[in-house]
């Protein structure tokens, strides 16, 4: 192999460096355009292969009108006292908030709810006997931004062991 | 056979002109000083607060990426590491860091501290949340620890050039110093952005579609984001349709088209200002942070013809 140093020829360090090029190019190819899926049938949920990552923020449309939905999780406790959990006491972000506790209510998966309820049994300690799930919205109309009424989205009964949906 | 060779040969020389060009050292090194600095101040400011979760976090909770799997594996490590082994990772990915950023071992250090930053927050990571703005700088600097970006500005070059001088070596000034492995880091980290930021523009083609362009939904996103994150000036303009369908064309634009920067350097400069106008408006009305990939935008500053500019008004 011909070594030079004026940018020409063939060299295996060359070779090497086209590789990881090639190499990175293909990782992040992939993963932006969900061909790992599509095309590798990789397995793995979203973001499994950070830092090699799809960016699909803010690419859902909506309507101008649509509401603001702003989830306040509360719990009713044995002495029948009702606290409104927040997510820095179960030490979640914003984030691990709304996409644990708050997705385990909205999605009916008490499997993962009741991790959460467990933590926060554990941290405080006190029993919860139902914790409900409620949106207070704000929505964008002629006048400017107003609050919409309160809706209660779900209840979920924690008593005997297992927990039991209903709805508002 | 001869027109297969002949198509290979006309390949690897467009290759080989596009990705191993001489090129300025400095620029390479200025990078590796910039974007391992943003790491450094990432893990005293923001990750701390991550980390510190780490310990009350269920177990329950833990499912690994694919990067934890990996740097796991060889320690037999099923469910998370031990909080404890944060006293002794944190701190070394601190002094890594350093000799990154000083250019000791340069390729070593940097290899180390992308490791060990990986680790950090891949672990982090592994509980149900991510985010973006960190990925491209830690690819960024995996690229920078296969590059002789310690070659120029770092103690490897004062010690070498010490050794240089002692054997009567004359040594170029640094700034002029250029390689054909200096060009190809920078246009690597071009070329990630610009994916990135085709994959945004994608998403909103392929889930938002013409609905996308009519501004309703930005202006959706800037108020509801403004709300969620106290941005008083996100949830203002986002009262203003015409505004919002303004913004939402010029981020089309830039988000389709941000990958010529990789292939022309003329419209380098505008880009970088448009981006850093973008991310920080984004900021501003939107409280999502993308400085890092600011930072990134190092990749498409001339610096050594910039400092070579100024020695030579100074002399």
Same mark, same amino acid.
């Given at each position: 192999?011909?070594? =030079?140093?004026?940018?020409?020829?063939?060299?295996?360090?060359?070779?090497?460096?086209?590789?990881?090029?090639?190499?990175?190019?293909?990782?992040?190819?992939?993963?932006?355009?969900?061909? *790992?899926?599509?095309?590798?049938?990789?397995?793995?949920?979203?973001?499994?292969?950070?830092?090699?990552?799809?960016?699909?923020?803010?690419?859902?449309?909506?309507?101008? =009108?649509?509401?603001?939905?702003?989830?306040?999780?509360?719990?009713?406790? +044995?002495?029948?006292?009702?606290? +409104?959990? *927040?997510?820095?006491?179960?030490?979640?972000?914003?984030?691990?908030? +709304?996409?644990?506790?708050?997705?385990?209510?909205?999605?009916?998966?008490?499997?993962?709810?009741?991790?959460?309820? =467990?933590?926060? +049994?554990?941290?405080?300690?006190? =029993?919860?006997?139902? *914790?409900?799930?409620?949106?207070?919205?704000?929505?964008?109309?002629?006048?400017?931004?107003?609050?919409?009424?309160?809706?209660? *989205?779900?209840?979920?009964?924690?008593?005997?062991?297992?927990?039991?949906?209903?709805?508002? | 056979?001869? &027109?297969?060779?002949?198509?290979?040969?006309?390949?690897?020389?467009?290759? !080989?002109?596009?990705?191993? @060009?001489?090129?300025? #050292?400095?620029?390479?090194?200025?990078?590796?000083?910039?974007?391992?600095?943003?790491? #450094?101040?990432?893990? #005293?400011?923001?990750?701390?607060?991550?980390?510190?979760?780490?310990?009350?976090?269920? !177990?329950?909770?833990?499912?690994?990426?694919?990067?934890?799997?990996?740097?796991?594996?060889?320690?037999?490590? !099923?469910?998370?590491?031990?909080?404890?082994?944060?006293?002794?990772?944190?701190?070394?990915?601190?002094?890594?860091?350093?000799?990154?950023?000083?250019?000791?071992?340069?390729?070593?250090?940097?290899?180390?501290?992308?490791?060990?930053?990986?680790?950090?927050?891949?672990?982090?990571?592994?509980?149900?949340?991510?985010?973006?703005?960190?990925?491209?700088?830690?690819?960024?600097?995996?690229?920078?620890?296969?590059?002789?970006?310690? &070659?120029?500005?770092?103690?490897?070059?004062?010690?070498?050039?010490? @050794?240089?001088?002692?054997?009567? &070596?004359?040594?170029?000034?640094?700034?002029?110093?250029?390689?054909?492995?200096?060009?190809?880091?920078?246009?690597?980290?071009?070329?990630?952005?610009?994916?990135?930021?085709?994959?945004?523009?994608?998403?909103?083609?392929?889930?938002?579609?013409?609905?996308?362009?009519?501004?309703?939904?930005?202006?959706?996103?800037?108020?509801?984001?403004?709300?969620?994150? !106290?941005?008083?000036?996100?949830?203002?303009?986002?009262?203003?349709?015409?505004?919002?369908?303004?913004?939402?064309?010029?981020?089309?634009?830039?988000?389709?088209?941000?990958?010529?920067?990789?292939?022309?350097?003329?419209?380098?400069?505008?880009?970088?200002?448009?981006?850093?106008?973008?991310?920080?408006?984004?900021?501003?009305?939107?409280?999502?942070?993308?400085?890092?990939?600011?930072?990134?935008?190092?990749?498409?500053?001339?610096?050594?013809?910039?400092?070579?500019?100024? &020695?030579?008004?100074?002399?």
């Amino acid at each position: 192999m011909t070594r =030079r140093t004026t940018g020409q020829g063939i060299s295996a360090s060359k070779l090497l460096v086209s590789a990881a090029i090639a190499g990175v190019l293909f990782c992040q190819t992939i993963t932006a355009f969900h061909w *790992v899926h599509t095309m590798f049938h990789g397995r793995g949920r979203k973001g499994y292969y950070w830092p090699f990552l799809d960016y699909p923020m803010y690419s859902r449309p909506h309507a101008r =009108r649509e509401p603001f939905d702003r989830y306040v999780l509360f719990a009713r406790l +044995e002495d029948g006292t009702e606290v +409104e959990i *927040v997510p820095a006491d179960l030490s979640l972000t914003f984030w691990k908030f +709304e996409k644990g506790p708050v997705r385990a209510i909205l999605r009916d998966d008490p499997a993962q709810l009741v991790v959460y309820v =467990r933590s926060y +049994e554990a941290r405080f300690g006190r =029993r919860l006997t139902a *914790v409900r799930l409620e949106n207070h919205p704000r929505v964008l109309g002629e006048a400017g931004l107003t609050d919409a009424p309160v809706q209660v *989205v779900k209840t979920v009964d924690l008593v005997a062991g297992a927990a039991e949906v209903a709805g508002p | 056979m001869s &027109r297969v060779r002949a198509w290979m040969t006309r390949t690897w020389r467009v290759w !080989d002109g596009y990705w191993f @060009r001489q090129a300025p #050292l400095a620029n390479l090194a200025i990078c590796r000083i910039l974007f391992t600095g943003l790491q #450094l101040i990432m893990l #005293l400011t923001g990750i701390p607060r991550g980390l510190r979760r780490l310990p009350g976090l269920p !177990d329950d909770l833990y499912h690994p990426l694919f990067a934890m799997q990996v740097l796991t594996a060889p320690f037999g490590m !099923d469910g998370p590491p031990p909080p404890n082994l944060l006293f002794i990772v944190y701190p070394a990915t601190l002094v890594f860091g350093l000799l990154a950023m000083a250019g000791w071992l340069t390729n070593a250090s940097l290899t180390i501290f992308m490791i060990l930053n990986l680790f950090l927050q891949a672990w982090l990571y592994s509980f149900g949340e991510f985010h973006h703005p960190e990925a491209a700088l830690i690819i960024a600097l995996a690229i920078l620890s296969l590059s002789p970006s310690g &070659r120029v500005l770092s103690i490897d070059a004062w010690l070498r050039r010490q @050794r240089d001088a002692r054997e009567g &070596r004359r040594a170029a000034p640094w700034w002029t110093e250029t390689s054909i492995y200096a060009s190809w880091p920078l246009l690597l980290i071009m070329w990630i952005l610009g994916l990135i930021y085709l994959s945004a523009a994608n998403a909103k083609a392929v889930v938002g579609g013409l609905d996308w362009l009519k501004g309703d939904t930005l202006q959706w996103y800037l108020i509801r984001d403004g709300l969620r994150w !106290d941005a008083p000036l996100g949830v203002w303009i986002g009262q203003f349709h015409p505004v919002a369908l303004l913004l939402t064309w010029v981020t089309m634009w830039f988000e389709w088209t941000f990958f010529l920067v990789a292939l022309m350097p003329r419209v380098r400069w505008f880009y970088v200002l448009a981006g850093i106008a973008l991310h920080g408006g984004i900021y501003v009305t939107m409280k999502a942070p993308f400085f890092t990939f600011i930072v990134l935008y190092a990749v498409c500053v001339p610096w050594a013809s910039w400092i070579a500019r100024v &020695r030579g008004r100074a002399a």
